[in-house]
């Protein structure tokens, strides 16, 4: 049983189109974090939030932190072919570096 | 600044055999993690060493096992494999605090 459930699993969307990717959890967690993985690639940090209600903007991609800290959402403006790939949220317990990781949500842009 | 190295890239062993990863962390980074990413259950925490110490631990059983040198390079080892130990085996290094994790491209494991 995953403790970071994402959702959907997996997104088809046009190039210039809008996406939402969610990850929702019972326990609250320290901090969120959302990862974006390519094949044949480890997971590469896209943006750590740690304060409730908090919202980050990374170019067309914006994060939010639930005000509970127990859910966060990535959303892409205008997405592009280049953004293509598993994105994965991580929760941290502030146990170290033992991150809970939900079950990814596989992005495809078609061009 | 070399990243995160893991080898080897790729591994194909049979059941029962025992298998040894190895990584070397970003020079300065004295943290390594450990996780095994699998279709069915994603990305799963395996252990997190610091200074030659397991900090850290996962849900795992005993055969998957660690450890850390003095230059902060890490091992994992799985013993009596199973079929179920197929996986992308990735590693991630930091200073030891809450700051960016960065990760290796992993070792694919193949038990046949």
């Known amino acids: 049983t995953q403790l970071l459930e994402q959702s959907p699993q997996f997104l088809s969307i046009q190039e210039g189109e809008n996406l939402t990717v969610y990850c929702n959890s019972s326990?609250?967690?320290?901090?969120l974090q959302w990862y974006r993985q390519e094949p044949g690639e480890g997971p590469v940090l896209l943006v750590t939030v740690v304060t409730g209600g908090e919202v980050k903007k990374l170019k067309r991609l914006t994060f939010q932190f639930g005000d509970a800290r127990k859910d966060s959402s990535l959303h892409i403006t205008a997405a592009q072919p280049g953004d293509t790939g598993l994105y994965l949220c991580?929760?941290?317990?502030?146990?170290?570096?033992?991150?809970?990781f939900g079950g990814g949500t596989r992005v495809l842009v078609k061009p | 600044k070399a990243g995160v190295t893991q080898t080897p890239r790729y591994l194909i062993k049979t059941r029962g055999q025992q298998v040894t990863l190895s990584c070397s962390p970003i020079s300065g980074h004295r943290s390594v993690s450990w996780y095994q990413q699998t279709p069915g259950q994603g990305l799963q925490f395996l252990f997190e060493y610091f200074s030659e110490t397991q900090r850290n631990k996962g849900n795992f059983p005993g055969r998957f096992s660690g450890r850390q040198f003095s230059n902060s390079r890490s091992e994992m080892n799985v013993s009596t494999l199973e079929l179920g130990d197929s996986a992308l085996y990735l590693c991630?290094?930091?200073?030891?605090?809450?700051?960016?994790?960065?990760f290796g491209s992993g070792t694919q494991l193949s038990v046949l």
């Open positions: 326990s609250v967690f320290s901090s």
């Open positions: 991630a290094s930091n200073k030891g605090g809450s700051e960016k994790l960065f």
């Open positions: 991580a929760g941290d317990k502030a146990a170290g570096n033992k991150l809970t």
